[in-house]
Nanobody
Framework: QLQLVESGGGLVQPGGSLRLSCVAS????????IGWFRQAPGKEREGVSC????????SYADSVKGRFTISRDNAKNTVYLQMNTLKPEDTAVYYC???????????????????WGQGTQVTVSS
């Protein structure tokens, strides 16, 4: 079964940190661009950060630049999203998605992906 599984979400106070993980099973992530997306209640899903398949290029939404870092470990078939200095407005369900050979624009902006995870809840509140 081909799937992506996110983990690492939870409740954190403003200013805190979390690290999300996205593990692929049934396929290898080596040739896939991977993205993290989020959707808050009543809002559209937005691309948070994406990482390319070959050159490791990255992109970030303006709202998270300087606070979030995306990385990948192909040996573990895993992509991470390190989230620092979290704010209440970061509260959302976070999803990872994968698209073979996609550009960062196609994945992160157009949100075209072949595989989506089920999501993990991140709540930033005091």
């Amino acid at each position: 079964q081909l799937q992506l599984v996110e983990s690492g979400g939870g409740l954190v106070q403003p200013g805190g940190s979390l690290r999300l993980s996205c593990v692929a099973s049934g396929f290898t992530l080596d040739y896939y661009a991977i993205g993290w997306f989020r959707q808050a209640p009543g809002k559209e899903r937005e691309g948070v950060s994406c990482i390319g398949s070959s050159d490791g290029s990255t992109s970030y939404a303006d709202s998270v630049k300087g606070r979030f870092t995306i990385s990948r470990d192909n040996a573990k078939n895993t992509v991470y999203l390190q989230m620092n200095t979290l704010k209440p407005e970061d509260t959302a369900v976070y999803y990872c998605a994968a698209m073979r050979g996609a550009s960062l624009f196609r994945l992160c902006v157009i949100q075209q992906a072949g595989y989506w995870g089920q999501g993990t809840q991140v709540t930033v509140s005091s």
